[in-house]
């Protein structure tokens, strides 16, 4: 509102240059989305040439993702105090060089401390770039469409991710796969400082180490521990590894309180928006790494498909997620968030409850059809709450907005893998302990009933009935457990439907077709970029609940808690 004519003030447009920016931010998204599934593929050429133990081939596979959850928040503080763009660029730089030394690792000591530093890397991906999409896109409208962009690029990725890295593997060595990231990073680094505004917090403080130090920690053990009941079951090592990154967490957050400029805004948490949206965005992405596990592991070990056709038939999914993330902020222009929300998980309830009738001829259309309808019902989901949550926050802290909303997600995912993969784990192993055809030798039987991988390999070195006999019983029991785990996630997505249609009924999307906030006077800045040079000191995203409202434009009255 401007004071003198008391008329609103439109937040500006953005034009071609943020446009051909979100291109340039995507395109690292994709390839941060790439990197997180295309190994998987490499990981029996890699083990013939570098021989790793279990053990490091584990860490091989596990550490890049242990590392971007532990940096995220930090990475995400860290842009905000020394500029979202210098941080991109620099991590692509990182990610870039990295990538090549990956490429050529001689040993698997090498490969894991490169995935290492891959992962530190990659955390500086996400949060860097949805900040800067909140800094770019000022109009409401406008960064509702960006974010479903930002969300279309980490799903083309894992979609691409796959497919193309099949395709060099079948010509190339297995660290081909890693070379893919040079080219795009290449780009970045030629267009980012050209299209790509620098936006940096104001008066910002250093950043606190001894708080970095104790979120890695927190994180890391966190995942660790939930990993670790996912591959092994409950037992002393992840439960003490919880219980450390519970206390440690416990005792960042209390150093939060006193610090004079925090990592994290506590104040965030007062929010039910910013609660809300938060919490149905990690389960919703426990919903989808719970059951995709699942269905990866079908596709291959029990419909015997190769990677390659794997990845084919995961494109529908794919698919659904692109055209649900674009059509999303055309809907959050006409409907609140919790009705696109509580709709949103109720289709993807649907394709969760379709999924429980895998098991006969139709499998592959089924699994295709399902996936389908559980991404199309999610995308909209992921939009609105991640609009809900970095939006929440002032411009100052964007980047550690997004930092949480990421470690959110990828918290999500590892209690998806622990909690549905143990579940679906647990019956496959009880319901293959009484069906082993009579004659499996002992240490066959130990290995099937270890995994359903083991089962298949097992089963080819065994006379031809025993052999048949016993993967037709390992496949009968892993298709028991994709069915359960199935209908609880389908039951977990009605109940966060319900729960985030009441939770978040008073909340207006910044999308909404509602006369636009008004935008608080622009200060000069010294940089020279155009856009720089005109951020709002005061939030742009307004978030109105029964009680008032969180993150006012000035002359609003504002709640503490919504």
């Known amino acids: 509102m401007d004071p003198s004519t008391g008329s609103s003030i439109a937040a500006p447009r953005a034009g071609r240059r943020e446009w051909l920016g979100l291109a340039v931010l995507a395109l690292a998204c994709l390839l941060y989305a790439m990197d997180l599934t295309v190994l998987h593929l490499a990981v029996p050429s890699l083990s013939e040439d570098l021989r790793p133990s279990s053990v490091q081939l584990l860490w091989i596979t596990d550490i890049y993702g242990f590392m971007v959850a532990g940096f995220l928040i930090t990475m995400g503080t860290l842009g905000d105090r020394i500029g979202r763009r210098r941080l991109l660029m620099a991590g692509a730089s990182a990610f870039g060089a990295v990538s090549v030394l990956a490429a050529f690792s001689v040993s698997p000591e090498m490969l894991i401390a490169c995935r290492a530093l891959l992962g530190i890397a990659g955390a500086t991906l996400a949060p860097s770039t949805l900040s800067l999409i909140f800094a770019m896109f000022t109009d409401p409208r406008q960064r509702s469409t960006a974010i479903g962009v930002w969300i279309t690029s980490f799903s083309a990725g894992g979609a691409i991710g796959p497919v193309l890295g099949g395709v060099l593997l079948e010509h ?15 780009l970045l ?4 400082p ?17 708080s970095a130090a104790m979120l890695l920690v927190a994180v890391l053990a966190m995942v660790f521990g939930l990993k670790e009941i996912a591959q092994s079951g409950v037992h002393g090592l992840p439960l003490v590894s919880l219980l450390v990154g519970l206390a440690v967490g416990v005792v960042f957050v209390r150093r939060q309180l006193h610090l004079a400029d925090p990592m994290i805004d506590l104040g965030l948490f007062r929010s039910r928006a910013f609660n809300a949206s938060l919490a149905t965005n990690l389960l919703g992405i426990f919903i989808v790494v719970g059951y995709f596990i699942f269905v990866a592991q079908y596709l291959q070990l029990v419909l015997g498909l190769s990677p390659l056709e794997a990845g084919l038939w995961s494109l529908p999914s794919a698919a659904a997620l692109i055209v649900g993330s674009n059509a999303a902020p055309r809907i959050l222009r006409h409907l609140r968030p919790a009705w696109v929300i509580g709709a949103g998980l109720a289709l993807a309830a649907v394709g969760l409850g379709l999924l429980t009738q895998v098991g006969g001829s139709a499998d592959l259309a089924i699994l295709a059809t399902a996936s389908a309808i559980v991404s199309l019902g999610l995308a909209p989901v992921f939009t609105a709450t991640t609009d809900l949550i970095v939006g929440s926050a002032p411009p100052e802290r964007a980047g550690a907005a997004s930092g949480i909303s990421e470690t959110g997600a990828e918290l999500g995912g590892a209690l998806g893998i622990a909690i549905l993969g143990s579940i679906g784990v647990a019956i496959y192993r009880g319901q293959l302990a009484t069906s082993l055809p009579a004659g499996t030798p002992d240490q066959a039987a130990a290995a099937a009933r270890d995994t359903l991988g083991g089962a298949v390999a097992v089963a080819q070195q065994l006379p031809a009935e025993i052999g048949t006999a016993l993967l037709g019983a390992a496949r009968e029991a892993f298709t028991t457990g994709l069915q359960v785990t199935a209908a609880i996630s389908a039951v977990i997505a009605v109940g966060i439907a319900a729960a985030a249609t009441v939770l978040l009924r008073a909340v207006r999307s910044s999308s909404e077709a509602a006369p636009t906030p008004a935008a608080a006077p622009e200060p000069p800045v010294a940089a020279p970029e155009p856009r720089a040079a005109a951020k709002p000191e005061e939030p742009v995203q307004v978030i109105r609940t029964g009680g008032g409202c969180f993150a006012c434009p000035p002359g609003e009255r504002s709640s503490p808690a919504a």
């Not at 680094?189 to 980012?192: A, D, K, N, Q, T």
């Not at 620098?198 to 001894?210: F, K, T, V």
């Open 194 to 210: 050209r299209v790509l505004p620098e936006y940096r917090a104001p008066g910002a403080g250093r950043l606190d180490l001894a």
């Open 189 to 192: 680094l030629v267009l980012g």
């Open 172 to 186: 190339f060595w297995w660290g081909s796969v890693f070379l893919m990231a040079v080219p795009v990073m290449a």
